[in-house]
């Protein structure tokens, strides 16, 4: 829950103050180069929010699944594997396109 929150908050605090200028505008107003920067960005911290509301998923299918065996299943180091999995499935999906 705390990967979702920081992804939602990096979309609201990195990516909509430039989308809003450029909405205000109609046109991109801030450098040329942070627009590809910023599009990277706006990729990524959405696909990692994407990502993380299935790894919740996941996590609770198997809990409900299969609850005497959740605990042997999921440690906190596959926790963590899979988080650091979806943010790095995220920063590829973006950042390496550029």
Same mark, same amino acid.
């Not at 939602?8 to 200028?21: E, K, Q, R, T, Y």
């Not at 696909?47 to 299969?66: F, G, K, Q």
């Not at 609850?67 to 999995?85: E, F, G, N, Q, V």
């Given at each position: 829950? +705390?990967?979702?929150?920081?992804?939602?908050?990096?979309?609201?605090?990195?990516?909509?103050?430039? *989308?809003?200028?450029?909405?205000?505008?109609?046109?991109?107003?801030?450098?040329?180069?942070?627009?590809?920067?910023?599009?990277?960005?706006? +990729?990524?911290?959405?696909?990692?929010?994407?990502?993380?509301?299935?790894?919740?998923?996941?996590?609770?299918?198997?809990?409900?699944?299969?609850?005497?065996?959740?605990?042997?299943?999921?440690?906190?180091?596959? *926790?963590?594997?899979?988080?650091?999995?979806?943010?790095?499935?995220? *920063?590829?999906?973006?950042?390496?396109?550029?």
């Amino acid at each position: 829950l +705390v990967s979702l929150f920081m992804s939602d908050l990096m979309v609201g605090l990195v990516v909509m103050p430039p *989308a809003m200028l450029n909405q205000l505008y109609g046109r991109w107003v801030l450098r040329g180069d942070f627009c590809s920067l910023w599009a990277s960005f706006d +990729v990524m911290c959405c696909s990692a929010s994407i990502l993380n509301l299935c790894v919740i998923s996941l996590d609770r299918y198997l809990l409900i699944t299969s609850p005497l065996r959740y605990k042997l299943r999921m440690t906190s180091c596959r *926790a963590l594997a899979l988080i650091l999995a979806a943010w790095t499935l995220a *920063a590829l999906a973006s950042f390496l396109p550029i």
